[in-house]
């Protein structure tokens, strides 16, 4: 038995689990190959690519470009762009500084190898967190852009 958050799991309900998950599946995958064949297409796997394609390489490309945003009248369904920032961190300019190479150590016997700015903004607010304050010097700021496509319910 396996035991999650208070609740003590036997063998015989995970199986059930397990079953109901392949039954939803299996319900999923004849409603995929309803759609596949009205657009000609091979299977659940090739209607995701086809979704997949539209919004990567006509939607999102077009918004990128037009900016604004996209909204059909009959069905009710709209895309826009929405920005998605993210932070990194140069630390090859943050090795090259006189304290850089032993912030880096001190950032790894930490466990913060990976570091999101998050953990890091988090982690200066501490005790012996100087490290923490000069890799957050180096921090880069960015963004990537999300695809939001919203339904009409």
Same mark, same amino acid.
């Given at each position: 038995?396996?035991?999650?958050?208070?609740?003590?799991?036997?063998?015989?309900?995970? &199986?059930?689990?397990?079953? #109901?998950?392949?039954?939803? #599946?299996?319900?999923?995958?004849?409603?995929?190959?309803?759609?596949?064949?009205?657009?000609?297409?091979?299977?659940?796997?090739?209607?995701? !690519?086809?979704?997949?394609?539209?919004?990567?390489? =006509?939607?999102?490309?077009?918004?990128?470009?037009?900016?604004?945003?996209?909204?059909?009248?009959?069905?009710? =369904?709209?895309?826009?762009?929405?920005?998605?920032? !993210? =932070?990194?961190?140069?630390?090859?300019?943050?090795?090259?500084?006189?304290?850089?190479?032993?912030?880096?150590?001190?950032?790894?016997?930490?466990?913060?190898?990976?570091?999101? !700015?998050?953990?890091? #903004?988090?982690?200066?607010?501490?005790?012996?967190? &100087?490290?923490? !304050?000069?890799?957050?010097?180096?921090?880069? =700021?960015?963004? &990537?852009?999300?695809?939001?496509? #919203?339904?009409?319910?």
């Amino acid at each position: 038995m396996a035991e999650t958050q208070d609740i003590v799991i036997d063998e015989a309900f995970a &199986t059930e689990a397990l079953v #109901e998950i392949e039954k939803i #599946e299996r319900a999923l995958d004849g409603a995929y190959q309803v759609i596949a064949d009205s657009l000609g297409l091979e299977d659940r796997k090739a209607v995701e !690519n086809r979704i997949k394609h539209l919004r990567e390489k =006509v939607i999102k490309p077009y918004l990128e470009q037009h900016g604004g945003s996209i909204k059909d009248g009959e069905l009710g =369904v709209s895309a826009s762009i929405r920005p998605r920032s !993210n =932070v990194t961190y140069d630390l090859v300019t943050v090795a090259q500084t006189d304290k850089g190479p032993a912030a880096l150590v001190e950032a790894a016997r930490a466990g913060m190898l990976r570091m999101d !700015n998050t953990s890091l #903004e988090r982690f200066r607010g501490g005790a012996g967190a &100087t490290w923490a !304050n000069l890799l957050f010097r180096f921090r880069q =700021v960015g963004s &990537t852009a999300n695809l939001i496509i #919203e339904r009409k319910k």
